[in-house]
T-cell receptor, first 113, second 116 residues
Framework: AQSVTQPDIHITVSEGASLELRCNYS??????LFWYVQSPGQGLQLLLK??????LVQGIKGFEAEFKRSQSSFNLRKPSVHWSDAAEYFC???????????FGTGTSLTVIP | NAGVTQTPKFRVLKTGQSMTLLCAQD?????MYWYRQDPGMGLRLIHY???????AKGEVPDGYNVSRLKKQNFLLGLESAAPSQTSVYFC???????????????FGSGTRLTVV
């Protein structure tokens, strides 16, 4: 069965510190992986995506993610967090020719000054 | 460039009442989706549509109906609202048939529904 696990429900980091949000997936086919960000009261915005090729992908707002097939992981990272990064982050997995994504339960990020 | 627009943004219903949520997109996307978002549950797919006049069930379709009479609009209906349907509802759309080719969804800003 397809599933996405985000083990960290809530993370607090200091502004300027590095960030890593974890995502593990279970999927029967070659996965297509995504990270979305949701600011309070807003819809989800695509941060980055992985389809194939280089396993380290760059996204918007200075985020990057690394696909590790052996670990079934697609962790999101940022070298230096800004206060405006405080939001909810969702990992999602889909497949070529599929009709839907499967979303994780989200990780809430708090940034303290 | 409006993208995906959801109306209304907020609504309070009494148990047993009915309502329709409207999703409109101006990007000529073929695929449209309705998700519900609940604390600790992430986003769960209710129904989706792969084109005008077609709809299909997602993960949690019970208690909801949908229609896609026009390509740009995707309606979500609750015939008899229940407190369990209290949630935030998101509409999304995508261009390509394949999730691999659609570069992700474009989401609306959500409808917060409370059923009392």
């Amino acid at each position: 069965a397809q599933s996405v696990t985000q083990p960290d429900i809530h993370i607090t980091v200091s502004e300027g510190a590095s960030l890593e949000l974890r995502c593990n997936y279970s999927y029967g086919a070659t996965p297509y992986l995504f990270w979305y960000v949701q600011s309070p009261g807003q819809g989800l915005q695509l941060l980055l995506k992985y389809f194939s090729g280089d396993t380290l992908v760059q996204g918007i707002k200075g985020f990057e993610a690394e696909f590790k097939r052996s670990q079934s992981s697609f962790n999101l990272r940022k070298p230096s967090v800004h206060w405006s990064d405080a939001a909810e982050y969702f990992c999602a997995v889909g497949a070529f020719a599929g009709n839907q994504f499967y979303f994780g339960t989200g990780t809430s990020l708090t940034v303290i000054p | 460039n409006a993208g995906v627009t959801q109306t209304p943004k907020f609504r309070v219903l009494k148990t047993g009442q009915s309502m329709t949520l409207l999703c409109a997109q101006d990007m000529n996307h073929e695929y449209m989706y309705w998700y519900r978002q609940d604390p600790g549950m992430g986003l769960r797919l209710i129904h989706y549509s792969v084109g005008e006049g077609t709809t299909a069930k997602g993960e949690v379709p019970d208690g909801y109906n949908v229609s896609r009479l026009k390509k740009q609009n995707f309606l979500l209906g609750l015939e008899s609202a229940a407190p369990s349907q209290t949630s935030v509802y998101f509409c999304a759309s995508s261009y390509s048939r394949t999730t691999g080719g659609n570069y992700g969804y474009t989401f609306g800003s959500g409808t917060r529904l409370t059923v009392v």
